[in-house]
């Protein structure tokens, strides 16, 4: 009995480790697919580095850092994500960026171009998470446009996924555009974003009745910024203001302190935004791992009470 007591300190101890270092591992391979706030680059090497204006513009990103999914410390991040892209190019409406207006691929087409180099076949899936933050360009585009139209789209994006069999999916809402300095509080904008997000809800409840094998997670980046420019807790001196303003190419204006700011430009984060986003993003997925480890803890543990039970016999 003594050596019991003396072991289940010790087991406990071997089990939150073992927990750890299942949480840190979820996945080996992220995919990526969105617009301007997830680039790393690609519209950089569209426009042969033209745009964005580097400097001040980090490395081709829309911001002055590290975007957040640079953030997330995974090692093999594959990233088809292209500044002002929207979801569909051929049956919505297009993107364009930079002062050439150079159409870049919607999402749709970034996953064809993905899957046209990709032998699924030879992914391992259960390890692959891809992830698809569509926020929202075609509103700004196309005032025509409705909520119910843009999620349609969506929808048949994550199709164009499923059908070849992915297992893990992230989708990342629409931020509250309307407060970004350059939307001066549009309600109208205020409406289709609510819209589209509470859309997306109840497509994806719809898509896992049928896809039950499937994790398909909303994260709500929406409400992350919205607590972050109601949060007069946070260092964050300037929630309204853009750091710096750049027209035709030319810097007009430029702040001395980014980290000091939410917005770097009038649609755009600072890269210490991109650091929390990153942050609230691990979480999220950890969590994920957290709720399948929950379930084999107990078995695992005991388990562990049963050898070394046997052990004490012996």
């Known amino acids: 009995m003594y050596l019991m007591k003396f072991y289940i300190p010790i087991l406990i101890i071997l089990i939150d480790h073992v927990q750890t270092f299942y949480l840190k591992c979820p996945f080996d391979t992220i995919v990526t697919f969105g617009d301007s706030h997830t680039d790393t680059g690609n519209v950089y090497n569209l426009t042969e580095h033209h745009w964005p204006l580097v400097p001040p513009y980090y490395q081709g990103r829309f911001t002055n850092g590290p975007v957040w999914i640079e953030k997330l410390n995974v090692s093999n991040i594959i990233n088809y994500a292209y500044g002002d892209a929207t979801i569909d190019n051929d049956n919505l409406v297009a993107g364009f960026t930079g002062p050439n207006r150079t159409i870049v691929p919607g999402i749709r087409q970034q996953i064809v171009d993905y899957l046209t180099v990709t032998d699924i076949s030879k992914i391992d899936l259960s390890t ?37 069999g992915i297992q893990n999916l992230i989708l990342i809402n629409v931020p509250p555009i309307q407060s970004f300095p350059g939307a001066n509080n549009d309600s109208r904008l205020n409406i289709l974003i609510n819209q589209h997000n509470n859309y997306l809800v109840i497509n994806i409840s719809e898509i896992l009745a049928d896809y039950t094998t499937v994790s398909i997670r909303i994260f709500d980046v929406y409400s992350l910024i919205t607590d972050i420019l109601s949060n007069n807790s946070m260092y964050i001196l300037n929630k309204t203001d853009k750091c710096w303003n750049i027209l035709d190419n030319h810097i007009i204006s430029q702040c001395k302190n980014p980290d000091g700011y939410v917005f770097i430009d009038d649609y755009h984060f600072t ?32 388990c562990i009470i049963i050898f070394f039970k046997t052990k004490l016999q012996i």
Do not use: C, M, P, R
């Open 128 to 164: 692959t998470l891809y992830i698809i933050w569509a926020s929202g360009n075609e509103y700004l585009i196309d005032s025509s446009l409705s909520a119910d139209t843009v999620i349609t789209s969506l929808i048949a994006a994550i199709y164009d996924l499923l059908v070849v």
């Open 271 to 302: 890269s210490v935004i991109h650091q929390v986003i990153a942050n609230n993003i691990k979480q999220f997925i950890l969590s994920s791992a957290l709720k399948n480890f929950s379930s084999s803890k107990f078995y695992i543990f005991i």
